[in-house]
């Protein structure tokens, strides 16, 4: 396989037009960790824009940082900790999930748009993406976006090019708006609920005025080994159930033990703060009860989106009918599924229960056997498929940029 390992945007409009002249589609990548998500392409050539590394500006008192999008991310977050910062949509980091290196880049972060528990407050990573400068499937580079939300006129690119997994267009340069961390971070746990009852209790946590940034279940499992993703917080046959809130110290304490008695009748929470709070919540976001290294490990783990109202009956549906394991996180509005690998039944069972209660699925982690008879990504409607193919024709007609990612056949 040919790799081209571009030092600029220059170099990436001159690979993108030579594609285009050879009909010879691109794969790009930047360290590779999310090679395995999405449905296998056909390709000869990778487009390697790991050496677009540079940090362009960051000005921490504006709360805004540019970047090139071969930036290692871990580079980028200890930078802005060094300042106290975060990027408050906490995106997720997929290596215990995909079993891959502890790695990865900023490009590859707002390719995937993969958000954190923390979105219910902060939202996803396209509403942090300020502006981008890319490389279109014409081979011409162009600017979206600024530096401050209200130089956005007209059509906001940036929030197409966030979650199109480099199918529409090969970014080269962002500019990301970044948040103070909080002070200080407590979370109330609820021991043995069952799923229902666990959603009545987020749901009303989430309801209430205390400025809940996370809520997340996890159930008891004889499958999965819970005590080793949530440290000393509980054993594989107790479910737990987590609540978070962030802010000044004085205020987070008041909101939690105003929290913790209305949530007295679904039990007594203990509180955990800080440094354990913080490990607890990287475990949830990074989907870790289901590690690859884990006893889950080979199974197939799907992301489902649905209203909240039904996710309890339909995650202890979905583990009933796979004979899989389920976990929420309720802040982020997810279900994440790890069910058997027998690829068409369980994936007819998942899509069409999300379909029944209103959601959608994507099969964020299979092996490539698994995903060449699968879609990986949820199937729009007829109207919603028609939009988003003219989408992709006015950035890349030729579909020279990461060809059938997202859509079998394509």
Same mark, same amino acid.
């Given at each position: ?14 690979a993108?037009?030579?594609a ?24 000869n050539?990778l ?6 590394n540079a ?7 504006e709360?805004?940082i540019?970047?090139e999008?071969?930036a ?6 200890s ?9 408050a ?6 290596a ?20 954190g ?5 902060a939202? =996803?990573?396209?509403?942090? @993406?300020?502006?981008?400068?890319? &490389? #279109? !499937?014409?081979?011409?580079?162009? *600017?979206?976006g600024? /530096?401050?939300?209200k ?18 267009s ?9 948040m ?6 407590r979370?109330l746990?609820l021991?043995g ?7 009545? =209790?987020?749901?009303?946590? @989430?309801?209430?005025?205390?400025? &809940? #940034? !996370?809520?997340?279940?996890?159930? *008891?499992?004889?499958l /999965?080994?819970?005590?080793g ?16 809130l ?8 008041h909101?939690?033990?105003s ?7 679904f ?22 009860p289901?590690a ?11 992301r489902i ?12 549906r979905?583990?009933?009918?796979t004979a ?5 996180d309720w802040g982020?509005g997810?279900?994440?599924a ?17 379909a029944?209660?209103?959601?959608h ?6 092996s490539?056997?698994?995903r060449r ?19 992709r024709?006015?950035?890349d ?5 990461n060809?059938g990612r ?5």
């Amino acid at each position: 396989m040919d790799t081209l390992k571009v030092r600029d945007a220059k170099d990436v409009e001159q690979a993108v037009r030579a594609a285009i002249a050879s009909e010879q589609p691109l794969e790009i990548i930047g360290h590779g960790t999310k090679r395995m998500v999405g449905q296998p392409m056909t390709t000869n050539a990778l487009l390697d824009m790991s050496a677009l590394n540079a940090v362009k500006s960051y000005e921490p008192n504006e709360l805004i940082i540019t970047v090139e999008s071969g930036a290692p991310l871990a580079d980028i977050k200890s930078l802005i900790d060094s300042k106290n910062q975060h990027f408050a949509f906490e995106p997720m980091n997929t290596a215990s999930l995909l079993g891959t290196a502890e790695a990865g880049t900023v490009g590859g972060m707002i390719a995937a748009g993969l958000a954190g528990p923390r979105r219910i407050q902060a939202g =996803a990573a396209r509403d942090h @993406l300020l502006g981008a400068h890319a &490389v #279109s !499937g014409f081979g011409d580079s162009f *600017k979206a976006g600024g /530096r401050v939300v209200k130089n956005v006129t007209g059509y906001d690119l940036c929030k197409l090019l966030a979650g199109s997994w480099g199918t529409l267009s090969v970014v080269t340069e962002v500019t990301l708006k970044v948040m103070p961390r909080p002070e200080s971070e407590r979370t109330l746990v609820l021991r043995g609920l069952d799923d229902a009852t666990a959603n009545q =209790a987020m749901t009303a946590a @989430l309801g209430s005025p205390f400025d &809940v #940034s !996370g809520a997340a279940h996890v159930p *008891k499992s004889a499958l /999965r080994d819970v005590a080793g993703a949530l440290g000393d917080l509980g054993s594989p046959r107790q479910a737990l159930t987590l609540v978070r809130l962030e802010g000044i110290t004085i205020s987070v304490a008041h909101r939690a033990a105003s929290l913790a008695k209305l949530l007295g009748r679904f039990g007594t929470a203990e509180t955990i703060e800080d440094e354990r709070s913080l490990a607890a919540w990287q475990t949830i976001r990074d989907v870790e009860p289901f590690a690859a290294k884990g006893p889950l490990g080979a199974w197939p783990v799907w992301r489902i989106v649905c209203p909240p109202a039904v996710g309890g009956a339909l995650g202890d549906r979905l583990a009933r009918e796979t004979a899989g394991d389920v976990f929420y996180d309720w802040g982020g509005g997810l279900i994440w599924a790890a069910v058997p690998p027998k690829p068409d039944a369980q994936a007819a069972v998942v899509r069409r229960r999300a379909a029944e209660a209103g959601g959608h699925a994507m099969l964020l982690r299979a092996s490539e056997e698994v995903r060449r008879q699968v879609d990986v990504f949820h199937t729009p409607s007829e109207g919603i498929a028609a939009l988003s193919e003219r989408v992709r024709q006015s950035f890349d007609p030729k579909a020279i940029l990461n060809r059938g990612r997202m859509r079998r056949g394509t």
